[in-house]
């Protein structure tokens, strides 16, 4: 006999490569612990029929020939098939062991005869690809599982865990007749009641900490009920602000703390947080259960380790240009042209004395020439009201002042005052698609 098992809380990645890895090996027994994730339980709800999913406990270890593990290698991420690792390991069973993972490697894995893990966006993704090879066909029902299975672990393709190979196999998955009306639906699903006011909680409780410029929120909420769904408030949340990272920590009455967290900056590690704590996770999203003393220890113990999974954002300094042509306040606005033109700028910061005092542009200069003015002093026509940046302004929120202002080119003033660079849009959007893709 031959049994499929994912982590516990399986969610639809892990389910739906069991699915996949069902249709793969040519079948076998599914085997899920509970709870599930809220979304997959209610997919379930819908197709038990067509997708059977078997009890541990009606499975006899002797007769397990081989046990395929999907989405996870962590023997305690396992307890649904705890007995039967336990059974292996008193020598009451003898299968084999195949591995799917896309996480990291970890002390805890399973010693496996077989080991398939790949840095992709699903884990699902490479049983379909596997699928595909075969030329296996996936009827509709399933490949809407599985593309379901890419879309809550890659966010619909836009975590930056996101590969070509996910959405590929998306693609290969719509062809075999995944019904977008169901993956919307079931994505549509909402939050439930307790999930809207654990969000409440949330949002009025918590504390937002800025920590080298990454923002971090951190909030504690006593359980009023399972738990199941944290992770989805935690995403919902994290959507309806400007934060770069959330944790939520979910306190039962017992003094056990599950925390959730959620990323939506590649410089936040919240995996490596998760896994410091003795959790898992991506570097989008993990959690954690703590018991006992580091229970006790509540939030403080996640923010100590918060550091070391920090990397330091990309911030103005680094991406600034930094020798800056500057007009001194003295000059006319006749003289200012012939030095913008002769420096092929449209614009430059105006100094007096060292300090900058505003900024001149064309736009500037054609307006004097309409009034005839262009014998006078520029700090007469110049912009005065200039916003400045930081030079150590990470570059996320440099971003923001460019936006919400309209501004194209930000001067760089240090705490003396003096212009120490200047960050464009190019500079920008550098960052944002590589060095190849700007010409200017
Ligand atoms: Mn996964």
New binding site residues.
């Given amino acids: 006999m031959r049994v499929f098992a994912t982590?516990d809380h399986a969610?639809f990645?892990?389910f739906a490569?069991m699915l996949a890895a069902r249709l793969l090996y040519g079948g076998g027994e599914i085997v899920v612990g509970r709870p599930l994730d809220r979304l997959v339980h209610a997919y379930l709800a819908l197709h038990k029929d067509r997708f059977e999913v078997a009890e541990i406990d009606a499975i006899d270890p002797a007769a397990v020939e081989e046990l395929v593990v999907v989405?996870?290698r962590q023997r305690r991420r396992l307890r649904s098939v705890a007995k039967l690792l336990l059974a292996r390991d008193e020598g009451r069973a003898a299968f084999r062991i195949e591995t799917w993972?896309?996480?990291r490697a970890r002390t805890d894995d399973l010693p496996a005869d077989r080991e398939r893990a790949e840095p992709v966006?699903?884990?699902?993704t490479l049983l379909v690809e596997a699928l595909q090879r075969a030329g296996t066909p996936i009827d509709a029902a399933s490949a809407t599982a599985m593309a379901l299975?890419i879309h809550?672990?890659t966010g619909s393709l836009t975590f930056s865990g996101t590969t070509p190979r996910d959405a590929a196999a998306l693609a290969h998955l719509l062809a075999c007749g995944a019904s977008l009306g169901v993956v919307r639906d079931t994505l549509r699903g909402g939050l439930d009641a307790e999930q809207q006011q654990v969000l409440a909680q949330t949002l009025a409780g918590m504390r937002r900490l800025d920590l080298r410029g990454v923002r971090i929120g951190v909030v504690e909420c006593a359980a009023t009920g399972g738990g199941v769904g944290l992770a989805e408030v935690v995403s919902a949340a994290l959507g309806m602000t400007e934060l770069d990272a959330l944790f939520l920590g979910w306190r039962t009455a017992s003094g056990k703390l599950s925390i959730v967290g959620r990323a939506s900056a590649p410089w936040v590690d919240v995996g490596a947080a998760m896994t410091a704590l003795g959790g898992g996770g991506?570097a989008g999203a993990g959690s954690v259960t703590l018991r006992g003393d580091a229970a006790a220890a509540g939030m403080d113990a996640l923010l100590q380790q918060l550091d070391d999974a920090i990397h330091d954002p990309p911030r103005v300094r680094d991406l600034m240009t930094g020798e800056v042509f500057c007009l001194d306040a003295g000059l006319t606005m006749a003289q200012a042209e012939v030095a913008l033109l002769q420096r092929g700028v449209h614009g430059a910061p105006v100094l007096r004395d060292g300090a900058m005092v505003g900024v001149l542009s064309r736009r500037d200069i054609e307006r004097a020439r309409g009034r005839d003015d262009m014998d006078r002093a520029i700090a007469a026509g110049m912009a005065t009201h200039v916003r400045t940046v930081a030079p150590d302004l990470t570059l996320d929120d440099a971003h923001r002042v460019m936006v919400s202002h309209d501004i194209g080119r930000l001067p760089v003033v240090d705490a003396t005052g003096a212009v120490v660079g200047l960050l464009s849009r190019s500079d920008v959007l550098r960052t944002l698609y590589g060095e190849s893709s700007v010409t200017s």
């Fill in positions: 982590h969610d990645d892990g490569a989405d996870t993972d896309h996480h966006g699903a884990v699902v299975g809550t672990d991506h």
